[in-house]
Every structure is written in structure tokens, then in C-alpha cells.
């Protein structure tokens, strides 16, 4: 039951759920799951609408060994790390090593702890490193390309691949990861700071998400991507969408580009409240609202 897997509370089942037991475990399974097999990849589920139909094929979940985060010494890529290569006196930590499953909010406090700036901005963006990484995530000012050095990712065929910086291809709240490819673990770039200081950025924007997001009520984040030269919350509240329902779900008032589950919404009426708004959003505006959730699947079975 997906259900209880993402934050809308909303959605079917999956056919076949799979927890791999670390990076190798994944690539392994990989390698010899049929390749007619659909596979979905869910984190904890913050930036996306399963659609009631649920999903066909194999979902994967990354858990507990893809939690984690460490200093990186030097310049030192991915693979030196798991190589263990002896460190030099004059290398120092300026980045940091994550697993895909470790929450963006987590990997601001452990560079805070640290003393690592440079990332704080990830303490606004709920979901994981993995799902940052393969959407491009950003907020206040900063999205992941800004700091990501290089990501190990397994293809679809099982193949374990580093990708810099370059080859992830990224665009506004995009990536161009290979089709299939999932995200294990990610190198990002910190700089020296003071602990106080980065943390009181991090109280910062803990404080303007709490007053303008309603991130206690059962909502995905940010629901349509902001079009060029606009901010779609904007061109939501001059629709005259803020506030509006439909079932059980509702155009927040607090911040008019999320959407919320009042308590018994199904993933449909979520979507068509959606796409009400993008259609009175162009017919107010001539802009067409593109959705910055993702759909899962991507077509309704």
C-alpha cells in the first residue's frame, strides 16, 4: 500500500515492492530483472502524486544503507572514497558524501555540525539528495546543481557509473540522468564556516518555511514549477485559486502553489484540482502552469 509511503497520504498499490540491501545488492537486481519490467523509484515520497490505479512493475525504495553522509577529504571523487586510498597531510575536507536516501534537511545538519557551509538551502527542501539530485531541486537562491560535484548512479541495466557535475545535465528543476538510472550517493561542495552562523541560516529559513508553507498539513511541497519571469503562486492567487477544493482536496490558503489533503482526498482529486488550476491560470494570464510534482505512474492505468 503506497499510501503510507508519500506525503499526500493518497494513492494504489505497488505490484512488487524491493528494498535493496546496499548499492551492490540494487545492481544485482537490476541486472537480471526482466527489462520489460517497469521500475519506479520512491523516496519518501514529498514531491509526488501516486495515482490510485498504483504502479505496475517493481518499485524501489532505498532504506537505512543509503543513509548516511561523511567528510570527503581533498578532492577525493566517489571511487577514491570506497577505494580507501591513504589521505595526505595537506588534504582537508571541502566536501561532503551522501546516500540517496539521506534527507536534504539532514545533510544541512550534518555540514552545520561540521562546520561546513554552503548548504543550508537544502534545509528547505523536503524529500531526499537522491530525488534533489534527479529533479534539480532547489530553494531560496541555491538548487543542487550549485553544489553537486558528482553522483553514483545504477542504470537500468545494472551498471554501477559516476557522473559529474556536467553529466547530469542540468536545467531548471531538471536533470538529464540516463532513463532508469537511480541514484545511490552523492558528492556535494562545502566551504569553512562558522557553526553559529550556518546554523542561524538554517533557523532562518526554518522560520519563513513555517510562516508562509503549510508544512503541517498533508502536502507534497511545491506543486507547479515557477514560469519564466513569474512566480506561480502569483498567477495561482490572481486565478482566484487560493482556497479552492475539490473532494477531499484544496488550493492551500496560507501558500496557494501547494496543494493539501484535507483528510480524504484520493490521488484524482488532487490531480484534477491541479489541472483546474493550470486551466483558469491561462485563461487569466495566457501562462500555461507546468506541474513540478511528479506523477507516478506517469500515465493513469
Not at 536533470?175 to 538554517?202: C, D, F, M
Request: with cysteine.
Amino acid at each position: 500500500d503506497l499510501s503510507k509511503t508519500n506525503w499526500f497520504r493518497v494513492g494504489g498499490p505497488a505490484e512488487w515492492l524491493f528494498k535493496p540491501e546496499n548499492t551492490q545488492d540494487l545492481a544485482d537486481f537490476m541486472k537480471v530483472l526482466p527489462p520489460e519490467i517497469p521500475v519506479t523509484v520512491l523516496g519518501v515520497g514529498s514531491n509526488v502524486i501516486v495515482r490510485d490505479g498504483g504502479i505496475e512493475g517493481v518499485v524501489v525504495k532505498l532504506g537505512r544503507a543509503f543513509v548516511s553522509a561523511s567528510l570527503v577529504m581533498g578532492h577525493e571523487s566517489l571511487v577514491e572514497k570506497s577505494e580507501n586510498k591513504p589521505k595526505t597531510k595537506d588534504q582537508r575536507p571541502v566536501a561532503i558524501a551522501t546516500g540517496a536516501a539521506m534527507l536534504d534537511l539532514n545533510v544541512a545538519l550534518f555540514a552545520c555540525d561540521h562546520g561546513f557551509a554552503g548548504l543550508e538551502f537544502l534545509s528547505g527542501i523536503p524529500g531526499t539528495i537522491g530525488g534533489a539530485v534527479r529533479m534539480n531541486a532547489g530553494a531560496y537562491g541555491r538548487e543542487i546543481k550549485d553544489v553537486l560535484i558528482e553522483c553514483e548512479v545504477v542504470l537500468r541495466s545494472g551498471e554501477v557509473k559516476i557522473l559529474t557535475n556536467e553529466e547530469c545535465g542540468f536545467s531548471y528543476r531538471k536533470s538529464a540522468l540516463p532513463e532508469g538510472a537511480i541514484v545511490t550517493q552523492a558528492l556535494l561542495a562545502a566551504t569553512p564556516g562558522e557553526r553559529i552562523e550556518i546554523a542561524g541560516r538554517i533557523q532562518e529559513i526554518s522560520r519563513m518555511r513555517e510562516d508562509t508553507q503549510p508544512i503541517r498539513s498533508r502536502t507534497g511541497g511545491s506543486t507547479f514549477k515557477n514560469p519564466e519571469g513569474h512566480k506561480a503562486w502569483e498567477l495561482i492567487d490572481k486565478a482566484g485559486c487560493r482556497g479552492m477544493t475539490l473532494g477531499g482536496a484544496q488550493v492551500s490558503e496560507k501558500h496557494c502553489n501547494f496543494l493539501i489533503n484535507t483528510g480524504n482526498a484520493t490521488a484524482s482529486d488532487l490531480e484534477n484540482l491541479g489541472n483546474k488550476v493550470i486551466e483558469l491560470v491561462r485563461e487569466k494570464t495566457g501562462i500555461t502552469l507546468e506541474w513540478e510534482i511528479k506523477f507516478f505512474p506517469k500515465e493513469k492505468i
